[in-house]
């Protein structure tokens, strides 16, 4: 006897076990997640990448979200999660992207969890921190993996985010702040390279410390042999200290590295404007070890910076190799740019309209002093600022 389905179709059976199947795959990846996300520390997160899958689980702070705490005591408990669950979703949303390349991820579920923290025994009223689970789907495994993150919280130590992201046996982490806010996980080596190149060269540039440190070295005498002794002692130094203290075997709190930094500028700038027959510390070797222990300290400030904006961290020593490059870099330019514009200095104090003041040019407006002279005021309103903050 032939048995018939009468017409039953198994196939949509079979569409809805296997939609089941995976919801329950995917509940089961996020729930082990969570069995350990829950001790996260806040401004914290892990990015797990999974063929075509991502699986993010991020600690956020409480105070980067509006119209959520209900009773305004700066923590989200479970029945303010599940009032504005929605609202959630779509600040963090808005406010985390995921893409591969150009191309985004297709976000399928963004969970909030209100978890108390067992080293906090009031945090049972609220967390200050929620932890969001998402997965974010590719058409393709992501091979260029970019996080775009903008959720930020309110209160001091709230102002930056620590990722570590897991591709199989590689991870990297990566630390995003609101001056630094994308990042491209996995890169090619010559790809990071070129990236710390142009941040170091940035920040060299960029960093009125460091540029006015510089200014104060090369004004203080002419000539490439004593230009490429002090240059060549503070790359040196400052490349020493940062490896040092990028790797972990050198460690000081930039409140004592931020306040020796700009006393350095003010040293630097008083021994240039003292008589020279006054002193033997313009004697070239002395001042050259004067700058290698002055680029020391500006190493670990590189280092500060470096750290803020978040190290590569599957390839560590190239991170280092091209922020040094970078600053390198950037030192020449600002070589070159001191020498263009101190061949228009001398062009304007012969010009025919100054001659009544060459005598005032050839004196006092000469340019260690004019720039030694900004570089004590400027350096001592830093120190003072950076040792009452």
Known sequence: MRHRNHGVNVRPRIGTWARAIARTALVVTLVSTAAWAHMMPA????????DHAVFVALSLPVSGLSGVDDNADGRLSWPEVAAHVAVIQGAVSSRIHLSDGETPGRLDLVMPRAEPDERDSTSLAGSTSV?????????APPRALRIDATFFGTKPGERQLTIKATRGTETEAVVLTPARTTHVFFRAPLQVLRDYVVVGAAHILGGTDHLLFLLTLIVAAAGWRYWLGVLTSFTVAHSVALSLSMFGLVRVPPTIVEPLIAASIVLMAILNLRPRGTSTAFAPSRRIALVFACGLLHGLGFAGSMADM???????????????????LGQVL??????????VWQQVARSSAMRPYGRLFATTLTPVRVVSGVAVVLGSLWLVERVTA
């Open 43 to 50: 401004q914290q997160g892990t990015l797990n990448i999974i």
């Open 131 to 139: 932890l969001v689970l998402m997965k974010a789907t590719f058409g």
């Open 310 to 328: 978040g190290l590569h961290g599957a390839y560590r020593v190239t991170s280092i190799v091209g922020f040094n490059v970078g600053i390198e």
């Open 334 to 343: 600002v070589l070159l740019a001191i020498l263009a514009l101190g061949r």
